[in-house]
């Protein structure tokens, strides 16, 4: 290596060296090491960029082992997106947090709603506090005593601060540099050492040499697991992070899973307090209704009339987008069926398109050639135009692949698919799937128009991923309150002005009733003696299997033996591996080579 580059490259600098005639990029691992005997060794081309520091590098090589995944996959996903070269014009002095904000944090600790929660996981460093609050509570005061806390050890270190989406972390740290806190969202400057960092998902490997505190909001939410492989979880991550460093970490969440409940002690404010913090129900029982009305409830346009008449926004949720999911003739009664591979067709504009093989077809029955054809199953595009024409307004929709239009867009473009003008840059009413309650900021009503959808969904956790729409509906119906206002005005809903409403034919359900007393504890308790009983997660520990190497990777593990791993065939080219315990599957995955074709290994898998 040349003597210029000793003092810029480190363990976890990125590097190009050449590599089978090929010049390629790498991470520095390991330093001062000696070649064994009969290699020769190929100097360092150039230096790319800054990488992650040791700490991180420890991380990936867990990470490899906790996901079934290559620590190259890790090490990617903690590296810069561009090229860092220095951090040393980064960390100029700044007036400290704590001295901005004492005042405030100190009014707010003398109120004790969360000086409880701070004192426990000051006393058990290392260990999580999962810490179960109402939707409505704003957790800036948690975030403000987790720096606090941080600036009490003679450890140097930053706060690392979690949110599910980008957008929510944006606006966490634009609070938190108007609250005097030195916070930051910008990989160079966590290591250059910035005193707050803030993030979603990718920040779980912000390239902090030591965390100080960790916060983790909303831990039950799916954002934090990766869907490609491998299937990281950024809650355990970070969880893996404070326990190596010692550090106090909370874990907020309104409706916490089995597996965080199982696994973390917990702290809850007073049940007034709890119970006060979630959103006004109302739930709509349809099964005394004829299913021909559609998803539309004569109770759900007159509240939305009240609630757009007081210039409020109305949000409508449907997770099925698309004009129509199940089709059927007007006349024969055949279903909509694609020829080529039988799945069931979709509407989409004048066509008919079968989403498993992309063929397309004229909006006709094959059986008797009819061109009357009905709707069995709406999907969000024919909802909105229900909507619009009940409700005399614009309905925009919005789903996972929406783009958010802007001022500088065409106004046809704009205005496609509506006869009423655009009164507003955001809409008064929006319909969508989940991804709308991720972009809309506020709203007068949510509602759910076929709640069930949620509520039957044949998954592990279905019940509480249902009670997270709810609570995260919460957020959206009325304004931001603090843990003061809440706590001093217990007695009074804090929800007055909005309302969630869910459509359904199980109003009974304990989803329900848990969002309606505002306490999902039984709930939590019920789930988790039903998976006790049946042994699944997170009392065992499971992996799938997919692609075309699971056959025979399924195959190699069978051989291998293990007698605590038991190896299942789903059908469809998807195996099960199964432990009892985590080190057991962890240890046989990592033991059993893989194939050489392609190899999906999801550890922890939501479906199964």
């Given at each position: 290596?040349?003597?210029?580059?000793?003092?810029?490259?480190?363990?976890?600098?990125?590097?190009?060296?050449?590599?089978?005639?090929?010049?390629?990029?790498?991470?520095?691992?390991?330093?001062?090491?000696?070649?064994?005997?009969?290699?020769?060794?190929?100097?360092?081309?150039?230096?790319?960029?800054?990488?992650?520091p040791i700490a991180i590098l420890e991380l990936t090589r867990w990470a490899a082992w906790r996901w079934a995944g290559t620590q190259v996959a890790f090490l990617r996903m903690a590296s810069p997106k561009r090229v860092v070269r220095s951090t040393s014009t980064l960390n100029e002095s700044s007036p400290e947090a704590v001295v901005a904000s004492s005042g405030r944090a100190n009014d707010t600790q003398s109120k004790g709603v969360f000086k409880e929660a701070t004192d426990l996981a000051r006393s058990h460093p290392?260990?999580?506090?999962?810490?179960?609050?109402?939707?409505?509570?704003?957790?800036?005061?948690?975030?403000?005593?987790?720096?606090?806390?941080?600036?009490?050890?003679?450890?140097?270190?930053?706060?690392?601060?979690?949110?599910?989406?980008?957008?929510?972390?944006?606006?966490?740290?634009?609070?938190?540099?108007?609250?005097?806190?030195?916070?930051?969202?910008?990989?160079?400057?966590?290591?250059?050492?910035?005193?707050?960092?803030?993030?979603?998902?990718?920040?779980?490997?912000?390239?902090?040499?030591?965390?100080?505190?960790?916060?983790?909001?909303?831990?039950?939410?799916?954002?934090?697991?990766?869907?490609?492989?491998?299937?990281?979880?950024?809650?355990?991550?970070?969880?893996?992070?404070?326990?190596?460093?010692?550090?106090?970490?909370?874990?907020?969440?309104?409706?916490?899973?089995?597996?965080?409940?199982?696994?973390?002690?917990?702290?809850?404010?007073?049940?007034?307090?709890?119970?006060?913090?979630?959103?006004?129900?109302?739930?709509?029982?349809?099964?005394?209704?004829?299913?021909?009305?559609?998803?539309?409830?004569?109770?759900?346009?007159?509240?939305?009339?009240?609630?757009?008449?007081?210039?409020?926004?109305?949000?409508?949720?449907?997770?099925?987008?698309?004009?129509?999911?199940?089709?059927?003739?007007?006349?024969?009664?055949?279903?909509?069926?694609?020829?080529?591979?039988?799945?069931?067709?979709?509407?989409?504009?004048?066509?008919?398109?079968?989403?498993?093989?992309?063929?397309?077809?004229?909006?006709?029955?094959?059986?008797?050639?009819?061109?009357?054809?009905?709707?069995?199953?709406?999907?969000?595009?024919?909802?909105?135009?229900?909507?619009?024409?009940?409700?005399?307004?614009?309905?925009?929709?919005?789903?996972?692949?929406?783009?958010?239009?802007?001022?500088?867009?065409?106004?046809?473009?704009?205005?496609?698919?509506?006869?009423?003008?655009?009164?507003?840059?955001?809409?008064?009413?929006?319909?969508?799937?989940?991804?709308?309650?991720?972009?809309?900021?506020?709203?007068?009503?949510?509602?759910?128009?076929?709640?069930?959808?949620?509520?039957?969904?044949?998954?592990?956790?279905?019940?509480?991923?249902?009670?997270?729409?709810?609570?995260?509906?919460?957020?959206?119906?009325?304004?931001?309150?603090?843990?003061?206002?809440?706590?001093?005005?217990?007695?009074?809903?804090?929800?007055?002005?909005?309302?969630?409403?869910?459509?359904?034919?199980?109003?009974?359900?304990?989803?329900?009733?848990?969002?309606?007393?505002?306490?999902?504890?039984?709930?939590?308790?019920?789930?988790?003696?039903?998976?006790?009983?049946?042994?699944?997660?997170?009392?065992?520990?499971?992996?799938?299997?997919?692609?075309?190497?699971?056959?025979?990777?399924?195959?190699?593990?069978?051989?291998?033996?293990?007698?605590?791993?038991?190896?299942?065939?789903?059908?469809?080219?998807?195996?099960?591996?199964?432990?009892?315990?985590?080190?057991?599957?962890?240890?046989?995955?990592?033991?059993?080579?893989?194939?050489?074709?392609?190899?999906?290994?999801?550890?922890?898998?939501?479906?199964?």
């Open positions: 290596m040349p003597r210029e580059w000793e003092s810029s490259v480190r363990v976890g600098t990125i590097v190009k060296i050449t590599l089978h005639n090929r010049r390629v990029k790498g991470w520095v691992v390991k330093d001062d090491v000696s070649a064994p005997e009969g290699v020769e060794l190929l100097p360092i081309l150039s230096v790319s960029s800054l990488g992650p290392g260990q999580p506090l999962l810490v179960k609050v109402p939707p409505s509570m704003d957790l800036i005061e948690l975030v403000e005593f987790a720096v606090f806390e941080s600036q009490r050890t003679p450890k140097n270190g930053s706060v690392l601060v979690l949110v599910p989406s980008k957008g929510w972390a944006e606006r966490l740290c634009k609070r938190l540099v108007k609250r005097g806190f030195r916070a930051t969202r910008e990989w160079e400057q966590a290591l250059a050492g910035w005193p707050v960092v803030v993030g979603s998902r990718a920040a779980a490997w912000a390239p902090i040499e030591r965390v100080a505190a960790a916060v983790v909001v909303d831990a039950h939410d799916g954002a934090y697991r990766s869907e490609r492989a491998p299937t990281f979880n950024a809650v355990d991550v970070v969880v893996r992070r404070a326990e190596l460093d010692g550090a106090p970490c909370w874990l907020t969440s309104p409706c916490p899973t089995p597996e965080l409940v199982v696994r973390f002690r917990q702290w809850s404010p007073d049940r007034s307090i709890e119970g006060s913090g979630w959103p006004k129900l109302v739930v709509v029982d349809r099964r005394g209704e004829d299913p021909r009305t559609g998803l539309i409830s004569e109770e759900l346009v007159a509240l939305a009339r009240d609630v757009l008449e007081r210039g409020s926004r109305a949000v409508f949720v449907l997770n099925r987008t698309g004009r129509a999911r199940l089709i059927a003739c007007g006349s024969c009664g055949e279903l909509a069926r694609c020829e080529r591979c039988g799945s069931a067709l979709i509407q989409e504009v004048d066509l008919y398109k079968c989403r498993r093989c992309e063929t397309e077809r004229p909006p006709l029955c094959s059986a008797c050639g009819s061109t009357k054809m009905k709707t069995l199953r709406s999907g969000v595009s024919k909802v909105r135009d229900e909507l619009e024409a009940l409700l005399k307004v614009r309905v925009d929709e919005i789903t996972r692949d929406s783009r958010p239009l802007r001022p500088s867009d065409p106004p046809r473009e704009r205005d496609s698919g509506s006869k009423y003008p655009r009164h507003q840059e955001h809409a008064v009413a929006v319909v969508g799937t989940e991804a709308v309650l991720h972009r809309t900021r506020d709203a007068g009503l949510v509602a759910f128009l076929d709640f069930d959808q949620h509520l039957l969904r044949p998954e592990i956790g279905a019940s509480h991923e249902a009670l997270s729409l709810i609570a995260r509906a919460g957020r959206l119906v009325g304004a931001r309150r603090s843990v003061a206002s809440l706590s001093s005005d217990s007695h009074s809903h804090p929800r007055d002005n909005g309302v969630v409403l869910v459509q359904t034919r199980i109003p009974e359900h304990d989803v329900i009733l848990a969002a309606e007393r505002g306490d999902p504890g039984p709930l939590a308790r019920s789930e988790i003696e039903l998976r006790r009983e049946l042994s699944l997660p997170p009392f065992c520990a499971f992996a799938s299997l997919s692609g075309s190497g699971a056959p025979p990777y399924a195959e190699s593990l069978i051989a291998a033996g293990c007698r605590d791993v038991e190896v299942s065939d789903l059908g469809a080219g998807r195996w099960l591996v199964r432990s009892p315990r985590h080190a057991e599957l962890l240890d046989t995955l990592a033991a059993v080579p893989r194939p050489s074709e392609r190899t999906r290994v999801e550890v922890d898998p939501v479906r199964i």
